[in-house]
């Protein structure tokens, strides 16, 4: 029997490439997004199906849930893609920033797996795949607060969750990737920042300078996070965190290495 996988944030960067790699698999694939209707290369596919989906809002979770699951008649993976990023003092963060931080990166999963539970409940059993961040359970650029709340929220809610759907069969996992080929993530990053305070100018070119250097060639490839949420989805594996590529391992490695005060230290000596 074919099964169906429903994944957020497919418009482009991992959830596009999660959702061709499984339709190439064989697998039903709901692709959701804010506007499908402009999306032309995963409509083309014939095992993927686009829906209509703000994360942000429960309604629509909902709505998109239902539809994928008459579609396809039963789903038994949710991959929680969709994300954003805010870095810059936290400062200057406008008010609307802090709020769509959370609301993407930490209600985004909530709504999904809000309007899941009852279909997983009902086929008793069920798996999300939550994609976090090494920034989920590391901090390593500075002005990344707002980022690295959302991450550690998810981490939080994914690692709590566990205990009280157990009893169902529905697993939870997280997969925390570094910077990866083609994420764009930089050109996608809201900054904040502040026309007459010049405090913090120091350090934020300093974070900007490294942003603006990383080398596209020594960032992960794309499908190696790909190919862990697949062995997630197949049951491969049965990890509940999987670190994915050098930087995340190296950092998580560095910090198992000494104590939280030397980490804090050694990662702000790089910026100082």
Do not use: C
């Amino acid at each position: 029997m074919t099964k169906s996988i429903f994944i957020t944030g497919a418009s482009s960067g991992l959830g596009r490439h999660t959702a061709i790699h499984f339709a190439q698999q064989g697998w039903n694939v709901a692709a959701t997004m804010r506007d499908p209707d402009r999306e032309t290369e995963l409509a083309a596919h014939e095992r993927i199906r686009l829906f209509k989906l703000d994360v942000t809002d429960p309604v629509q979770a909902r709505a998109a849930v239902h539809a994928a699951v008459d579609a396809f008649g039963d789903v038994e993976v949710v991959v929680n893609n969709a994300g954003v990023g805010s870095y810059g003092p936290l400062e200057f963060a406008e008010e609307d920033t802090i709020d769509w931080q959370f609301a993407v990166n930490v209600r985004g999963p909530i709504n999904v797996i809000r309007a899941f539970l009852p279909h997983f409940r009902e086929r008793k059993g069920g798996r999300f795949i939550n994609i976090s961040s090494f920034m989920g359970v590391t901090t390593a650029v500075p002005t990344g607060s707002l980022y690295n709340m959302s991450k550690f929220a998810l981490e939080g809610l994914t690692e709590g969750l566990y205990y009280e759907l157990k009893p169902f069969n529905i697993e939870l996992h997280l997969v925390e990737p570094g910077g990866f080929k083609g994420n764009r993530f930089v050109e996608k990053v809201v900054f904040n920042t502040h026309p007459d305070i010049r405090d913090y100018d120091p350090l934020i070119r300093k974070v900007n300078a490294l942003m603006k250097s990383a080398d596209e060639s020594l960032r992960d490839d794309p499908q190696w996070i790909v190919d862990e949420i697949d062995a997630l989805a197949t049951g491969r594996s049965d990890r509940f965190r999987t670190l994915v590529g050098k930087t995340s391992k190296d950092l998580m490695q560095m910090r198992a290495s000494m104590p939280i005060e030397d980490y804090l230290a050694t990662i702000a000596a790089n910026f100082a």
